[in-house]
């Protein structure tokens, strides 16, 4: 598992180590708001699935969202970016903000800046969705390419040093076939940092994989956290939330129960639901 490992990325800050500021829910190290949510809702016919859910994440932040199956994670994750479109309430990510507008949904100004949220918000599956006829090097060229109008050597340039960053860089000609779940995991994120987003958001990112590459990937992803990628993960790694989530959201039936440090959240829950839930978690 050689290649597992990431470069060296120096010491995490030495604020981000050593926790918060005094009388500060906040780490020191995160920055501005980034994204917003807003009283947010979200029905599938008449399955109320986000009833009111408010989040704020900053610069640097690393959230980690996790609640039972079917309390809405998967669908927030999929509102903030638009791939569902939500019935009410207000995302905003790197200063483009956007209503809720169903009956609209389709009109031309609420398209583009559909688009412009989703050039900020990255957003990284289960199931890696690589383009398996492509290299991999061509997988985290082509976005960067046909979206962003990035020039090929700068494209190539970009895609070499974010898969040298996940320990990928020898597999840039390999095809995604030839991949273990783990490597197409981490050529996914790769090709997601090609475009440079704001935040990146992950849905289980792991869950798909062999128990023996989820550990990879998650060392992965917690590197990019401790240098200050902001990211929103939904997981049910509870270990990996420990060590890499600045802040821990605990979600039920479509709201946001409870949040706070990591230490807090998991250790110490203030809420009779997460304590619940975690109980149940640690049970199974
Ligand atoms: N495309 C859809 N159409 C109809 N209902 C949906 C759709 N997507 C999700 N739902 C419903 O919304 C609710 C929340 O689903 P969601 O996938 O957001 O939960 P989750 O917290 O991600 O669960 P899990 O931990 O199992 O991934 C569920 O009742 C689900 O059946
Ligand atoms: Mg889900």
Not at 11 to 32: C, F, I, K, N, Q
Not at 105 to 115: F, G, T
């Amino acid at each position: 598992m050689t290649d597992a490992r990431l470069p060296d990325l120096g010491p995490r800050p030495a604020s981000a180590e050593s926790g918060y500021d005094a009388g500060s829910e906040l780490p020191t190290h995160v920055g501005e708001p980034i994204v917003k949510v807003e009283k947010l809702e979200k029905y599938f016919g008449s399955n109320h699935v986000l009833r009111g859910v408010d989040l704020e994440v900053r610069q640097r932040e690393a959230v980690m969202i996790i609640g039972r199956s079917g309390s809405g994670k998967t669908t927030l994750l999929r509102c903030i970016n638009f791939l569902e479109e939500p019935t009410v309430g207000w995302v905003e990510v790197d200063g483009v903000r956007l209503q809720a507008d169903p009956l609209r949904a389709r009109s031309r100004p609420h398209q583009e800046k559909i688009r412009q949220i989703r050039l900020r918000a990255g957003m990284l599956f289960q199931e890696f969705n690589l383009f398996p006829h492509m290299s991999v090097l061509d997988n985290c060229t082509e976005a960067p390419m046909r979206v962003s109008g990035v020039r090929r050597d700068e494209a190539v340039t970009r895609a070499e040093g974010y898969l040298d960053k996940v320990g990928l860089l020898e597999k840039r000609d390999e095809y995604p076939a030839r991949l273990s779940g783990g490597q197409k995991q981490r050529v996914a994120i790769a090709r997601a940092l090609c475009m440079e987003p704001k935040v990146l958001l992950f849905d289980e990112p792991t869950s798909a994989l062999d128990p023996e590459l989820i550990g990879e990937v998650l060392l992965v992803m917690e590197d990019l956290a401790h240098e200050g990628t902001t990211m929103i993960v939904v997981t049910h790694e509870m270990h990996f939330a420990q060590e890499a989530a600045d802040r821990v959201v605990f979600m039920e039936d479509g709201v946001v129960i409870e949040q706070g440090p990591p230490e807090q959240v998991l250790n110490d829950p203030r809420h009779e639901e997460t304590a619940h839930f975690l109980r149940r978690f640690l049970d199974r």
